[in-house]
């Protein structure tokens, strides 16, 4: 098979998400065309993507791509080749270079506190903000995780919220703090009754009733990814081991969450030197 033709049948049929079926566009395409679109699929071999890689650390007008932007589109040939030939003709070589595992900037607890107050303003979408950014912030939550939660989902007797529809497709269960317990009951009786429309069954609300979409918290929110970062650092900090983050994250493999290594390194040695005789 000719590799463009493989290309649009791969990115028609793989039942990916809109937004990653943009970016393998960009990035099989762009291969293609150094790689020749007529050449077939199956010549696609170690030395073939080692001279991809090398074409893409090169030195280019903006400067040389960074190594999460090479390893991405190395993946998405990958993905195509597994989706066109199988994964026995994927070729297994290590071939993007190592990106620098650095911890991300969390936001320290006051900041948070404060994010929470000056989103809440006043009315039915001050109360649904100061809500959801608690909840996100509180739980540990993806912004795709926060917006896709239901009425259900937030369980007050049980004092914890279910999260359906995590990355990859895993249900998992947090605690629900108490403060995002206080905002989101604080939402509900005061906040959603005004918004709501029809039987829709979102947890969060739009100004139409509907349920929102990861734009909204982004517009609130810069960054939201760091409020699951400052989540996850905060527990460490507190006494929490890297097993329970991780089950927490909805992390699959524990080698995601080392990257919080360096908190959990800290806070051993202040026990270290608090508890330790010869410390």
Known sequence: ??????????????????????????????????????????????????????????????????????GRKLAAVRSLVRFSLGPDHVPSAVLAPR???????????????????????????GLRNSAMVELVYSCGLRAAEAVGLDLGDVDFEQERVHIREGKGGKDRVVPLGEEAALHVARYLRDARPELARGAENALFLSARGRRLDTSTLRRLVQHPHRLRHAFATHL?????????????????????????????????????DHAHPRS
Request: net charge neutral; proline share 5%.
């Open 99 to 125: 990106r620098p595992r650095r911890l991300p900037d969390a936001p320290k607890q006051r900041e948070v506190e404060e994010l929470v107050d000056a989103v809440g303003v006043e009315g039915p979408l």
């Open 236 to 272: 460490l900090e507190g006494g929490a081991d890297l097993r329970t983050i991780q089950e927490l994250l909805g992390h699959s493999s524990l080698s995601t969450t080392q990257m919080y290594s360096h908190v959990d390194a800290k806070r051993l040695r202040r026990i270290y």
């Open 1 to 70: 098979m000719k590799t463009d033709r493989a290309i649009e049948r791969f990115l028609e049929a793989a039942g990916i998400s809109a937004g990653t079926q943009r970016g393998y566009a960009t990035d099989l395409r762009e291969f293609a065309r150094w790689f020749g679109p007529s050449r077939p699929l199956d010549e696609i071999d170690v030395r073939v993507l080692a001279d991809w890689v090398t074409e893409l650390g090169r030195a280019r007008p903006g400067g040389k791509l960074a190594a999460a932007t090479i």
